[in-house]
C-alpha cells in the first residue's frame, strides 16, 4: 500500500512533446479541474502517484498550468497535456486541466486525474479512500493467474463461465477476475448479455456515434444456474475472505436475468452457506430484488452517478424503468436487512457541488444505506458535461471536504472501494444473515 506522503511543495506540471516522450516543465506548477474551475492546488493535495497507476498524454489538447514566476494560468502551446488514470482504492479530487483543440479525439473510458513531478516522483491530487489491497498491483503475479486459470479449466472443461472469465483475465488483466484464477476475495459471476440502461459511459458496450471503443467484450449468453453455482460454491468453500458478485463490467443488468440469479443462489445456499453473495446493479427492479433477497442474496451495490433524478437520467437513458423503481429496490433490500452500497461515480466539480452534496446528505437520512463506495468516473468530462448539458454550482466544497464532511456526519455508513466481505460486514453491523 503506497504511504499517504505529501509532497514538500507543489509538483511541476508534466507536459508531452510529439514523439511521446512526458517531462516536467519546471516554469510551471500543476494546477487541477474541479468542474469549470481550474484550481490552484496545494502540496497537501498530493499524494505520490499509487503503483499499478497509469499515464496518458491527451491527442488534440494542450497543457495548462499555473506560471511560476507570473503566478498566471498559462496554456502551453507546443505541448500535449498528461494526466494519470489512478489505480483502484484511491479517489481523485481533481481532473487534470487542458486545453481541446478543434477536431481533437474524444478521450477513452478512463478517469483523467492532473498529475506533476517533483524530486524524480510523480504526484496526484487524491486520497486511498480503501485499505483492502484485493486490487492493488503488486498482490498479482500473471504466471501464477494463468497456472490457476490452467488448473481450473482442466477441472471444469465445460463451465463456460470459466472461459468467459479467462479472457477477462488473461488479455483484459481484469482484476476481478484474476484474483477469481487466484482463488481469493471477490469473484465475479457475469450473466446477462443484455441491458435496461444506455450509460452515456458503458464500459462493455458503445455505438459507433460515440466515437469511442468500450473497454471490454460484453457476455454473449446466459449460464445456466447450475454453471454459476459450479464456479460460486467451490470459490466460497476454498477462497480466502470469500465474495461472489454478479454484475461485472463485462455484462448488461443481471437483474433482467434474475429468474437465473435466484435459481443459482438457492443452489448455492444449499452447498454452502459460506462467504457473501454479492449483486452490482442497476436497481431497476424491485420485484427481482425483493425476490433475490429472499433466495438468499446477502449485499447489493447500486451504482450512481448522481442522487439527482435530473442528473441519473440523462446519463443512464432507463428503458422501462425510473429512478423511482431504483430508490424502491434500496427501500427493499434494506427492509431485508441486506448490506447496501452504492457505488458513487465521483466527477469533480459535480461530485462536490453543493446541490449534489444537499441531495446526497439527504438521501442517505432518508434511504440509511450501509456503504458508500467512491468510485471514480471513467469518462471523458468534457464529454459528460456537454450530453448532460449540465450547468455548474457556483459553489464547490472540494471532493475531499465532502467525503470527510460525510464520514463525520453519517458515522454509521462504511466509506471505502469495494464490496466488503463477511467479516467486515458482521463486525460493522452484523446485518448480514449467517
Given at each position: 500500500?503506497?504511504?499517504?506522503?505529501?509532497?514538500?511543495?507543489?509538483?511541476?506540471?508534466?507536459?508531452?512533446?510529439?514523439?511521446?516522450?512526458?517531462?516536467?516543465?519546471?516554469?510551471?506548477?500543476?494546477?487541477?479541474?474541479?468542474?469549470?474551475?481550474?484550481?490552484?492546488?496545494?502540496?497537501?493535495?498530493?499524494?505520490?502517484?499509487?503503483?499499478?497507476?497509469?499515464?496518458?498524454?491527451?491527442?488534440?489538447?494542450?497543457?495548462?498550468?499555473?506560471?511560476?514566476?507570473?503566478?498566471?494560468?498559462?496554456?502551453?502551446?507546443?505541448?500535449?497535456?498528461?494526466?494519470?488514470?489512478?489505480?483502484?482504492?484511491?479517489?481523485?479530487?481533481?481532473?487534470?486541466?487542458?486545453?481541446?483543440?478543434?477536431?481533437?479525439?474524444?478521450?477513452?473510458?478512463?478517469?483523467?486525474?492532473?498529475?506533476?513531478?517533483?524530486?524524480?516522483?510523480?504526484?496526484?491530487?487524491?486520497?486511498?479512500?480503501?485499505?483492502?489491497?484485493?486490487?492493488?498491483?503488486?498482490?498479482?503475479?500473471?504466471?501464477?493467474?494463468?497456472?490457476?486459470?490452467?488448473?481450473?479449466?482442466?477441472?471444469?472443461?465445460?463451465?463456460?463461465?470459466?472461459?468467459?472469465?479467462?479472457?477477462?483475465?488473461?488479455?483484459?488483466?481484469c482484476p476481478a477476475a484474476?484474483?477469481y484464477f487466484l482463488n481469493?476475495?471477490?469473484?465475479?459471476?457475469?450473466?446477462?448479455?443484455?441491458?435496461?440502461?444506455?450509460?452515456?459511459?458503458?464500459?462493455?458496450?458503445?455505438?459507433?456515434?460515440?466515437?469511442?471503443?468500450?473497454t471490454q467484450n460484453r457476455?454473449?449468453?446466459?449460464?445456466?444456474?447450475?454453471?454459476?453455482?459450479?464456479?460460486?460454491?467451490?470459490?466460497?468453500?476454498?477462497?480466502?475472505?470469500?465474495?461472489?458478485?454478479?454484475?461485472?463490467?463485462?455484462?448488461?443488468?443481471?437483474?433482467?436475468?434474475?429468474?437465473?440469479?435466484?435459481?443459482?443462489?438457492?443452489?448455492?445456499?444449499?452447498?454452502?452457506?459460506?462467504?457473501?453473495?454479492?449483486?452490482?446493479?442497476?436497481?431497476?427492479?424491485?420485484?427481482?430484488?425483493?425476490?433475490?433477497?429472499?433466495?438468499?442474496?446477502?449485499?447489493?451495490?447500486?451504482?450512481?452517478?448522481?442522487?439527482?433524478?435530473?442528473?441519473?437520467?440523462?446519463?443512464?437513458?432507463?428503458?422501462?424503468?425510473?429512478?423511482?423503481?431504483?430508490?424502491?429496490?434500496?427501500?427493499?433490500?434494506?427492509?431485508?436487512?441486506?448490506?447496501?452500497?452504492?457505488?458513487?461515480?465521483?466527477?469533480?466539480?459535480?461530485?462536490?457541488?453543493?446541490?449534489?452534496?444537499?441531495?446526497?446528505?439527504?438521501?442517505?437520512?432518508?434511504?440509511?444505506?450501509?456503504?458508500?463506495?467512491?468510485?471514480?468516473?471513467?469518462?471523458?468530462?468534457?464529454?459528460?458535461?456537454?450530453?448532460?448539458?449540465?450547468?455548474?454550482?457556483?459553489?464547490?466544497?472540494?471532493?475531499?471536504?465532502?467525503?470527510?464532511?460525510?464520514?463525520?456526519?453519517?458515522?454509521?455508513?462504511?466509506?471505502?472501494?469495494?464490496?466488503?466481505?463477511?467479516?467486515?460486514?458482521?463486525?460493522?453491523?452484523?446485518?448480514?444473515?449467517?
Amino acid at each position: 500500500m503506497n504511504k499517504k506522503v505529501h509532497p514538500d511543495k507543489i509538483p511541476y506540471l508534466l507536459v508531452c512533446d510529439k514523439k511521446g516522450n512526458i517531462f516536467e516543465d519546471t516554469a510551471y506548477y500543476t494546477v487541477g479541474k474541479a468542474g469549470n474551475k481550474i484550481v490552484k492546488l496545494l502540496s497537501s493535495d498530493f499524494i505520490e502517484l499509487p503503483f499499478g497507476s497509469d499515464m496518458f498524454f491527451l491527442p488534440g489538447r494542450n497543457p495548462v498550468g499555473l506560471n511560476i514566476k507570473t503566478e498566471k494560468i498559462e496554456i502551453i502551446k507546443s505541448r500535449l497535456a498528461v494526466a494519470a488514470f489512478v489505480a483502484p482504492a484511491y479517489t481523485i479530487t481533481h481532473h487534470a486541466v487542458w486545453e481541446t483543440k478543434k477536431n481533437a479525439p474524444r478521450l477513452p473510458l478512463f478517469a483523467f486525474a492532473a498529475v506533476g513531478w517533483l524530486n524524480h516522483k510523480f504526484y496526484v491530487p487524491a486520497l486511498r479512500i480503501e485499505n483492502d489491497i484485493r486490487q492493488d498491483c503488486e498482490q498479482f503475479n500473471q504466471k501464477k493467474v494463468i497456472a490457476g486459470y490452467k488448473k481450473m479449466i482442466k477441472i471444469k472443461p465445460e463451465n463456460r463461465i470459466i472461459k468467459h472469465l479467462s479472457h477477462c483475465a488473461l488479455v483484459y488483466f481484469c482484476p476481478a477476475a484474476r484474483n477469481y484464477f487466484l482463488n481469493r476475495w471477490e469473484a465475479p459471476l457475469p450473466t446477462s448479455p443484455i441491458c435496461n440502461s444506455q450509460c452515456l459511459g458503458c464500459i462493455s458496450y458503445q455505438p459507433k456515434e460515440h466515437k469511442i471503443t468500450s473497454t471490454q467484450n460484453r457476455i454473449t449468453f446466459i449460464p445456466a444456474p447450475c454453471e454459476i453455482a459450479e464456479v460460486a460454491v467451490e470459490h466460497l468453500e476454498t477462497a480466502a475472505n470469500p465474495i461472489v458478485s454478479f454484475g461485472q463490467g463485462c455484462e448488461g443488468e443481471p437483474l433482467l436475468v434474475w429468474k437465473t440469479l435466484r435459481d443459482a443462489i438457492v443452489l448455492i445456499r444449499k452447498k454452502t452457506q459460506k462467504g457473501i453473495i454479492n449483486l452490482n446493479t442497476n436497481a431497476s427492479k424491485p420485484e427481482a430484488v425483493e425476490a433475490l433477497c429472499k433466495a438468499g442474496l446477502q449485499s447489493i451495490r447500486v451504482s450512481l452517478n448522481s442522487v439527482r433524478e435530473s442528473m441519473y437520467n440523462k446519463y443512464y437513458k432507463p428503458q422501462k424503468y425510473t429512478f423511482n423503481d431504483v430508490l424502491e429496490s434500496i427501500k427493499i433490500a434494506r427492509k431485508h436487512k441486506i448490506w447496501v452500497s452504492v457505488n458513487y461515480f465521483v466527477f469533480p466539480g459535480v461530485t462536490d457541488s453543493n446541490e449534489e452534496f444537499t441531495a446526497l446528505k439527504k438521501f442517505l437520512t432518508e434511504y440509511k444505506i450501509n456503504m458508500i463506495q467512491w468510485r471514480n468516473f471513467n469518462i471523458d468530462p468534457e464529454w459528460y458535461i456537454k450530453e448532460l448539458n449540465y450547468k455548474y454550482d457556483s459553489k464547490l466544497l472540494g471532493v475531499n471536504n465532502i467525503i470527510q464532511n460525510i464520514k463525520k456526519k453519517f458515522p454509521q455508513i462504511y466509506n471505502g472501494y469495494y464490496n466488503p466481505g463477511k467479516e467486515i460486514i458482521e463486525r460493522y453491523l452484523g446485518l448480514v444473515r449467517k
